[in-house]
């Protein structure tokens, strides 16, 4: 079968490998879609920033370069392994991909796999992402997708489930108040998971014309923080408030400076953006208010199947920023959204 195995950095090859068969409590994925995300981004172009050495076996699975990389992705059952009986061969599936944690540390001790620095998921250190023909995972992460929530749907539950989570930590309210810092698929998914939570007073902070276009196109608020006022149009929304919740999907501290200034007194700023670089901050302002600044990492199962509910209701709609290209593409998407371009990247994988 075709895979996309990871070597290191900038070093990302279409091969053919051995197709797998399951074992025990496990199911064989005919793939069809995977997504790109900015993690796989970091991994592409800076493995030097992950909390191990690539180089040497992953310390809790023994994984060694190369891998085959896609943890965004969703597929039909072809085979079952012994022992599966709630899944059958046929259904639809989204992977919830988080595949390993130490189990020991104080983040997993507070139950925050996803904290874990030795947190493993499928397509960054475990053998088995996504982005191959064919994928192997334990039957207890595939999350059958109802009617009515096609496979291409099912490859964006994992974006869309870290903007829920980010929602979720911000802890907005019906009929509350918001700015989404960033209009990558992660701001996007923010976006979706605000209006799923009542929250009609949205406004979204993008520098990009394409993906302010994109954002417009779906109904949202849109505002260049370059070249416009965004404190003003935080004021226009809120009535001079500021607004209740942030949540930074941008990953530059401008972003985060400008947030936390939008900020009503008592709001919350959620940090769910990778950030390569430093900032300066002038924490004053966070004491001044009662502000407060979280981050935001990963989602719960629950989660997970919160967002394939609202898509089963309708919240979700991919005109405009979802592109589908095929596998063979893959190193021109990985740089196409290096650069900001678009919205969500979208491989044929099956």
């Known amino acids: 079968m075709k895979a996309a195995r990871f070597y290191g950095k900038e070093d990302l090859r279409i091969e053919e490998v051995p197709e797998p068969s399951p074992g025990p409590g496990q199911v064989k994925l005919r793939n069809a879609f995977a997504g790109i995300c900015g993690s796989d981004l970091h991994f592409f172009f800076h493995p030097e920033s992950l909390p191990f050495d690539l180089d040497q ?48 540390c104080g983040a997993c001790r507070k139950g925050l796999p996803f904290s874990c620095r030795l947190m493993g998921s499928l397509g960054s250190n475990v053998e088995g992402g996504g982005l191959a023909e064919f994928t192997l995972v334990d039957a207890s992460k595939l999350h059958v997708l109802p009617d009515g929530v096609d496979l291409r749907m099912g490859a964006l539950v994992e974006p869309m489930a870290v903007g829920w989570h980010a929602v979720a930590r911000s802890g907005v309210e019906r009929g509350g108040s918001a700015l989404v810092a960033g209009a990558g698929p992660i701001g996007i998914g923010a976006w979706f998971a605000l209006k799923a939570r009542g929250v009609e007073k949205v406004l979204v902070s993008e520098p990009s014309p394409d993906r302010r276009a994109i954002m417009a196109g779906l109904g949202a608020r849109v505002v260049d923080p370059v070249e416009e006022d965004l404190a003003a149009a935080v004021a226009a929304l809120t009535e001079g408030d500021g607004v209740d919740v942030a949540v930074d999907a941008a990953g530059a501290g401008a972003a985060v400076t400008s947030a936390v200034a939008g900020l009503v007194p008592g709001g919350r700023l959620v940090v769910a953006a990778l950030h390569e670089q430093p900032m300066e901050f002038q924490p004053t302002q966070l004491m001044m208010g009662e502000m407060e600044i979280v981050g935001g990492v990963g989602y719960r199962p629950e989660e997970f199947d919160a967002v394939i509910a609202a898509m089963a209701d309708g919240v979700y709609d991919t005109t405009g920023w979802v592109q589908e290209r095929p596998l063979g ?19 044929r994988v099956g």
């Open 329 to 347: 593409d893959v190193i021109d998407a990985l740089h196409a959204l290096r650069g900001g371009v678009g919205g969500k990247i979208l491989l």
């Open 57 to 104: 076996p992953h310390p809790l699975t023994g994984a060694t370069l190369p891998q085959i990389l896609g943890h965004e992705f969703s597929g039909t059952v072809v085979e079952v392994g012994e022992g599966v009986t709630d899944v059958k061969v046929g259904d639809l599936g989204a992977v919830y991909p988080l595949a390993v944690s130490c189990g020991e």
